[in-house]
């Protein structure tokens, strides 16, 4: 499919992906839009997917480095505000269906 170059990405034919994430990166994810959103910019899953594929470093060790620190943290390195010496990190379950849109 050609692209012109200058065209914002964003702004081009959306691509289906389907993928399971293990629940302590899930809910981080939902914590990263959260952020978003109390700093002002509503955002959903997608924009914040995204924006850190985007922001992804493109050197290999760099990456490789970050996927292998990914695959070793533990859920207390995953969860935002789960830190500390607690044995146990409360994640809610996930809603059946699709969100609902925010407004």
């Given amino acids: 499919m050609p692209l012109e170059s200058a065209r ?12 399971r994430l293990p629940s302590p990166f899930d809910r981080r994810l939902n914590q990263l839009r959260d952020l978003l959103a109390a ?7 997608k924009t914040v997917l995204t924006a850190l594929i985007y922001a ?3 050197d290999s060790s760099e ?8 695959r070793t943290a ?7 505000g789960a830190e500390g010496d607690g044995d146990v990190v409360s994640i809610p379950r996930p809603t059946v269906g699709r969100p609902r849109r925010r407004a």
């Fill in 39 to 45: 700093a002002g910019f509503p955002a959903d899953r």
């Fill in 56 to 58: 992804a470093p493109t």
């Fill in 74 to 80: 533990a859920v207390r390195e995953v969860v935002l």
């Fill in 8 to 19: 914002r990405a964003v702004d081009c034919e959306e691509t289906g992906v389907s993928f």
């Fill in 63 to 70: 990456l490789l480095d970050i996927v292998m620190r990914s």
